[in-house]
């Protein structure tokens, strides 16, 4: 196993505990000696990972983690850049920015032959035409989704026609020339999309939805299955 392989692991180990571990736990685990295992936390920290603790306490893996300089194939770099090109190129500002800087997060820490492969990537997305401008942030809607939030919406449809709901949020869907908000509407009783750009107002509420948004998105997924297969309409 390479040293790049062996830490790559430590970090997947470290992962699975979510409690201060040991380091002869770790070290058994990795199948290393113990002065190994302290000098590959101490490789990771330097590298930016946050690992908590020391030896003879225990250590902990926090969140929020640099990446090490850990091997991706050519194929893996290419499916990162263009998903953050096209992330760049069809989502909102917040969402452009993000992409961008995560790209750049993970150049800074590949190697040099690695950082070449991203850099002169040959495959590009095409401009798109522009999508509607929304009046809403979009990153609200995405906190509402996040905080399993009810939103309360002031929508206008394809006639111009206003309404007021409160609904569930639980996804944003990317199209070539619209964003969809899908949700539960409990004025309609049932699951509904939204195009972003037809909502008028928006305010994340205080109370959260009486569900959890995974378990919403299964009943949603069920629901759409059934009525593609002509089970339910």
């Known amino acids: 196993m390479s040293r790049s392989e062996r830490l790559l692991d430590l970090l997947n180990v470290l992962r699975r505990h979510r409690r201060p571990v040991s380091g002869q736990v770790l070290a058994e685990e990795m199948g290393v000696s113990l002065r190994t295992l302290y000098r590959d936390i101490a490789s990771l920290q330097a590298q930016g990972a946050t690992i908590e603790g020391e030896a003879g306490v225990g250590y902990v893996l926090k969140p929020g983690f640099m990446l090490p300089p850990l091997m991706f ?3 893996e770099i290419e ?3 263009l998903g953050s090109r096209w992330v760049a190129d069809r989502a909102d500002p917040r969402m452009r920015d993000a992409a961008l800087a ?3 997060r993970i ?3 590949l190697p040099p032959d690695l950082r070449d492969e991203m850099d002169t990537s040959a495959l590009l997305v095409v ?6 401008a929304d009046r809403v942030d979009p990153a609200l809607l995405r906190k509402a989704i996040r905080t399993e939030r009810r939103l309360k919406l002031c929508y206008r449809d394809e006639a111009g026609s206003a309404s007021e709901r409160v609904v569930w949020p639980f996804a944003l869907a990317f199209f070539d020339r619209v964003r969809l908000l899908m949700a539960w509407c409990e004025l309609r ?3 509904r999309s939204f195009r ?7 305010e994340v509420m205080e109370a959260r939805y009486p569900t959890r948004r995974q378990a919403l998105m299964k009943t949603w997924r069920e629901a759409h299955e059934r009525s593609r297969s002509g089970d339910g309409c």
């Open 107 to 109: 150049s800074a820490v």
């Open 127 to 132: 401009p798109g035409e522009p999508f509607p």
């Open 102 to 104: 995560a790209l750049g």
């Open 196 to 202: 972003t750009d037809r909502i008028v107002e928006a």
């Open 189 to 191: 009783g049932d699951f």
């Open 79 to 81: 499916a990162l850049v």
């Open 73 to 75: 194939t050519p194929e």
